[in-house]
């Protein structure tokens, strides 16, 4: 068993006065801080880094020894696995403990992405598709394929899509850590204007993440750590799916490798939704927070907007998904995002998310994903306490 027993995290945003390094350097010392660990006693650090040519720190994972000097001589190892770099990293960890390989392991996420020009990012990014197919495809393209596929089968969803990215704006306005804080209201966000253009037909500026800086930091343990610990969260779960990487070979109306992460997630933990208090997911666009719901079996295959029409994703709902803002607010430095989800349903279930806090929530849900839906991750954490 594995456990997260403290983190950090940065704002994410805009960091021009801090490096790389220095990324690291914060939030690995607040997660260490956090957890009440020593420095000396931890095993491994593995750090999560897209970068994909976006900074010069191309070999980052030894930077987060400058955090304590007694970390000089610990192993450090960067992970890459596109827009899920983040939770490959901590999956990476939690598998060297589970072997009995580590018992502590500092895991970091971490990118810098908004000293450079749009352009440049977006060509960065476009590195996680299938270049014999896909090159010169930036994401927005790629997912607005997505999305005029679903439209052409199943209907327009410009209302839908604009509901979520309003939801996920107001929701950003109770996490002091997100990127926006500026409420939209769904009429905005469902009407082309010139504040509101279309990127990649039919998906506009608010149907997109943010190009962000940032890093989250988790301390996981050993589960005879954790049993001397007062409070931690424990992986209940944790899957992941990789599918192919050419869209040609996928069905572009269906998330199939998310479904079969969340699927193999839920059996391994025991749990249907009725178990779950929260998730946050890979909302990279609406689009595929609309498809995420599909996926997770919120509405049945082409009805994902019956999720929000229902109220059930809301906060308050049943279900409530990315209550901390989600990629589309919070903000998506592409190698922290997955760590940072994790800090966000920990402190959820750990009582200890503040205004953004699911009454009684003790069992939530991570989704990440790496490219357009070919590396899936999904872990369920659970509170533990002891008596």
């Known amino acids: 068993m594995v456990s997260i027993v403290g983190w950090g995290h940065t704002a994410f945003g805009k960091h021009p006065d801090k490096s790389l390094e220095e990324l690291i350097r914060l939030v690995g010392t607040e997660a260490l801080t956090h957890a009440a660990i020593d420095p000396a006693d931890v095993d491994g650090i593995w750090i999560g880094h897209f970068n994909a040519g976006m900074v010069a720190d191309g070999f980052p994972s030894s930077l987060a020894l400058a955090i304590d000097p007694a970390l000089r001589f610990c192993p450090a190892t960067r992970v890459e696995n596109a827009c899920a770099s983040g939770s490959a990293a901590v999956f990476a960890a939690r598998n060297a403990i589970e072997a009995g390989q580590a018992k502590i392991a500092l895991v970091i996420g971490v990118e810098k992405m908004t000293h450079l020009p749009t352009a440049e990012v977006a060509a960065a990014l476009g590195h996680a598709s299938y270049q014999p197919e896909e090159s010169g495809f930036t994401f927005p393209q790629v997912f607005a394929r997505f999305a005029q596929a679903y439209n052409q089968q199943y209907g327009d969803q410009t209302g839908v899509l604009a509901k979520i990215a309003a939801k996920n704006h107001q929701n950003a306005m109770a996490n002091p850590l997100a990127q926006l804080h500026k409420p939209l209201t769904v009429e905005f966000c469902a009407t082309v204007s010139d504040r509101n253009p279309i990127v990649a037909a039919p998906l506009k500026v608010t149907d997109c993440s943010l190009v962000s800086d940032g890093a989250a930091a988790i301390v996981l343990v050993s589960d005879d750590i954790a049993q001397s610990m007062a409070r931690s969260v424990r992986f209940r779960a944790a899957a992941q799916v990789s599918d192919y990487l050419p869209m040609s070979q996928r069905d572009l109306t269906a998330f199939e490798g998310p479904r079969e992460a969340i699927r193999r997630a839920k059996l391994q933990a025991g749990v249907s939704n009725v178990d779950l208090h929260v998730a946050e997911v890979h909302d990279c666009f609406t689009i595929a927070e609309l498809m995420i719901y599909e996926a997770m079996e919120l509405a049945p295959r082409g009805r994902g907007e019956q999720a929000i029409k229902d109220g059930v994703v809301y906060k308050g709902g049943a ?29 959820q279930v750990l009582g200890e998310a503040d205004d953004m806090q699911v009454p009684d929530a003790s069992v939530g849900m991570v989704f990440n994903m790496g490219g357009s839906g070919v590396a899936n991750y999904c872990s369920i954490l659970e509170a533990e306490r002891l008596a």
Do not use: E, Q, Y
């Open 319 to 347: 279900l409530p998904v990315n209550l901390s803002g989600g990629l589309k607010a919070k903000g998506h430095p592409v190698g922290a995002t997955g760590v940072s989800m994790h800090v966000m349903v920990a402190r």
